[in-house]
Every structure is written in C-alpha cells, then in structure tokens.
C-alpha cells in the first residue's frame, strides 16, 4: 500500500473535496493499467496477443502485457505504453508532411505514434537532453521502422538556435513531479514535496520559451504531463497564453472517460475547460493532463543565423554515393522488395565515415548532437556492403520472400548473439530472419548452411541462467 505523503494528501482533499477519496483508493487498491500498440508501419501480421480490450479513442490499441524477448516485440510489431500517455500523440493529429517536434521524446512512446502519422512523408525531429535515454529512443525508432526521423540529443535552448519558427507541431510532454504515475511507480513518492513541484513547474517554463521559440506562427503546441498538479497543469497553460499570447483549442475525444481541465485551478480563464485531465479513477490509465494550444499567426519569424556557414559545414562532412558504392549496395538490395521510402535511395543517399543513409534533413543541424538523421541502409567495407539493421526494419513494412523462418530455440539463440548451423542453403548471402513470421533482423547464409548473426550487440538479450 503506498504511503502518501500528508502535504499531498491534504492538497487534493482541498482540490478534489469528496472525490479525493476515489483518487487515493485508485492509487492504493488497484493495478496499473498496461498497454500497447500495433505497428501501423509494418506488414500486417497475426500477433500472440490477445485483442479482447481496445483502448478507446485510440487506433490499434489494447490493454495486455508485452514481453521485451517476445518476437511482437522485437520485430517492432507491438509498442508496450500507459494507455493514458497515449492521448497526447493522438491529440496533436499530424498530417503526412507536417514539420513535427517531440522535444522530450524518450523512450519513444509519443515518437513512434506520431512517425505513424506522418507515414514516412514529412520531418519527425525526437529529442531527449538524457544521452542514455536518447539512445533508448533512437532503438525505439529505429525497432518501429521510421524513416524520416532526425534524433537529437540537446537541450531546448540549444535546438532553439537552430529551428526558429520551423515546426508545425510541437509535443512537449514535460518532465514533472509525477504524481500520476505514483501506484506504477512508487519511489516517485519518496522525492515528492510542494517544493519539488514548483521546481518542475519552472523547469517547465524554461522547456516551453525554448518551444515556443521552435514553433511557427499559427502552429500548435501539444502540452503534456503525467502529474495531477495545477502548478504544473492548468497554470502552465494560463502561463503560455498570458505571456505568449496563445490561445487554448478544444480537444475532441471519443468514447473516452476524461475530465475538463479546471479554471478555479488557475486564472479562471474559461478556455482552460478546453483542456483534458485522465484520473486513475477514471479507469482508463494512470494520470495524464494534456492542452492543445495555438501561436498567433502573426508572431515575427525571425530567421536562423549564419545559414550559409551552416550547410557548407554540413556539406562538407558529407559526400553522395559513387557508382561503385552504388553497385556494392545494389547487389546486397536486389533479393528484397523495397518500400517506397528506398525508391531514389541511389539519387538521395549520403555516405558519412562509411556509414550510409537517407537523411530526414540536411540543413539546420550543424554542430548538433545528432543520433540519427534519417535511416540507415548499411555499413560500407572494403568492396562490399553490410546492411543495417535500421534497414531489416523498414524492409518488413512490405512483403518479403528472402526470409528465413526460425524455430523458437533458434530465435532465442539469435537472440543471444550466436551463429546457427544447419539452416536452410537456397538463400544464400543476407536474408531477413523471422520467427512467428515477424521479420527481427538480418542474417548472412552460406552455402554450408551456416547462418552469422547480424542482430546488434547493443539489442542481444543474455542467456538465463
């Protein structure tokens, strides 16, 4: 049973009168809720799970538990996520060609939903300011099959120098005090105090000027956060209307229990109705407040600096494929069906320390931290070409035959990192590997029948004991 803290508890019996009773027996007598996603990028395929409860209002997605080791999951088939945490990236309804920002995107939860939306046509920019979390987010993505990312590893401030007035949508789901995450998570309640939230409500702030700063003028601006606190909720968002001049916009939400947001919580500002709180109570997930939120369109758009430095810096780290190049890669390619993303890859394609990939963008980006600029085909070697395993990823969003089907004790041990024997020998050369017909990873036959293991070290999963 969680311990609640005195200050919280008498804090929501002050905001909430008698339903503070529901919220604390929520938090402290039921489970949290689990979720997951399906893959609207990928093959449509037959998965192990069950499919007897949707989350409603969002598309393809179920209550259920989904296991790290299960073929679902590493083929990038399933996205395990808090149903509640779902709501931003479905509330921000980006269209395909849209300029897009998730400006604290890791694990990936929100980044996934949105590149689904954008459906490989228009600019995904994921960032996270915590390298180790950046780089969860960029095995997310790249598991997912997302082609047109740029993933960064930057503080706010730092993405401002260089995106002024560039996105059409910004999703911020801000770090906070994590009050609605507290029966998921219960060691979020031995940092918790008043103070504590009035730190994230600030940090907030910072994240949001740097955000509004990025955004276009017209542009929307999704905010987030996983905390049942005004300080950080409503205020935020009376905050970013009385300083930015932006105006709160309605969210429409079907088959789906949630609360309006509460103006007696801030300015009394009746727009604040327009916003969505999700209560534990509510049954549908853990806490989450989101705001959709507009920027005048006559904000002044003042233009990036030193542009012209900027592309020859970016120019210069970089060179196209020769006609070798292409051939070597061409040869590797020929066995597969290509999507519709590696149509041009020949025209499109740049070659950085023999690493080549199809950027997502070219300008705007020197001197940051970039994880991954687009997507990955391959490794470039001495008069041969090695794919990626980004590539395995994007190649199973369309039918394949260069597959091989593994047998569940040959998938764990793949897995593992280990080289099979005795494989089939028809297909020689790389092929994609599947199990359960989820394709996971690529692997290179021999005519021996000998099957070298391509899977990433950094994705292996070790052995039991």
């Known amino acids: 049973m969680l311990k609640l803290p005195n200050e919280f508890t008498a ?46 209002g969002i598309n393809n997605a179920y209550y259920g538990q989904v296991s790290g080791s299960d073929p679902e999951w590493v083929s990038g088939m399933v996205y395990s996520q808090e149903p509640a945490a779902m709501f931003p990236a479905q509330i921000a309804q ?22 689904e939306q954008l459906r490989g046509d228009g600019l995904l920019v994921a960032n996270d300011i915590s390298s180790s979390r950046a780089k969860v987010l960029r095995e997310n993505l790249e598991r997912w099959g997302v082609t047109n990312a ?29 009050e609605g995450m507290f029966r998921k998570n219960p060691d979020a309640v031995s940092y918790w105090s008043q103070d504590y939230v009035l730190t994230c409500q600030s940090r907030q702030k910072e994240i949001l ?6 955004l276009r003028p017209g542009g929307e601006l999704i ?21 930015y001049s932006f105006e709160i916009l309605p969210i429409t ?24 709180r999700f209560w534990p ?46 051939e070597l890669i061409a040869l590797v390619l020929k066995p597969f069906n290509l999507p519709s993303a590696l149509s041009e890859w020949p025209k499109r394609c740049l070659v950085s320390h023999d690493h080549v990939f199809l950027p997502a963008l070219t300008t705007n980006i020197a001197h940051l931290k970039i994880l991954n600029n687009g997507f990955e085909l391959g490794l470039l070697k001495k008069n041969r070409f090695e794919p990626s395993h980004q590539l395995a990823m994007v190649l199973s969003q369309v039918e394949q035959t260069q597959v091989l089907e593994l047998s569940q004790p040959d998938f764990a041990a793949f897995l593992h990192g280990e080289t099979l024997r005795g494989q089939d020998n028809k297909m020689q050369g790389f092929i994609l590997l599947s199990y359960q017909h989820l394709i996971f990873s690529f692997g290179k036959n021999t005519k021996d029948g000998v099957l070298k293991n391509f899977y990433p070290k950094g994705l292996r999963i070790l052995k039991k004991d």
């Open 11 to 56: 804090k929501y019996r002050k905001l909430l009168g008698p339903k503070a009773d529901q919220l604390f027996a929520a938090m402290n007598d039921e489970e949290p809720k689990k979720a997951f996603r399906i893959n609207a990028l990928k093959q449509k395929q037959d998965i192990g799970y069950a499919l007897t409860k949707p989350v409603l």
């Open 94 to 115: 980006v269209k395909p060609g849209e300029k897009v920002l998730d400006l604290c995107a890791a694990p990936g939860g929100k980044s996934t939903a949105l590149a």
């Open 150 to 178: 740029l993933i960064t590893n930057e503080s706010p401030a730092r993405l401002a120098q260089h995106f002024n007035s560039f996105f059409d949508k910004i999703v911020v789901d801000a770090p906070c005090s994590g």
């Open 209 to 214: 000027a740097a955000a509004t700063e990025m």
């Open 223 to 243: 905010y987030s956060t996983c905390t049942f606190a005004p300080e950080e909720d409503e205020q935020i968002v009376s905050w970013l209307a009385q300083t």
């Open 253 to 276: 939400l079907s088959n789906t229990n949630c609360a309006a947001g509460n103006p007696d919580w801030a300015d009394q500002n009746p727009a604040l109705t327009n916003t969505v």
């Open 281 to 326: 109570f509510d049954e549908l997930g853990e806490g989450q407040f989101v705001a959709r939120l507009q920027k005048p369109a006559s904000s002044v758009i003042t233009k990036a600096k030193s542009q012209r430095q900027k592309r020859k810096r970016e120019k210069a780290s970089t060179r196209h494929l020769t006609n070798q190049e292409v």
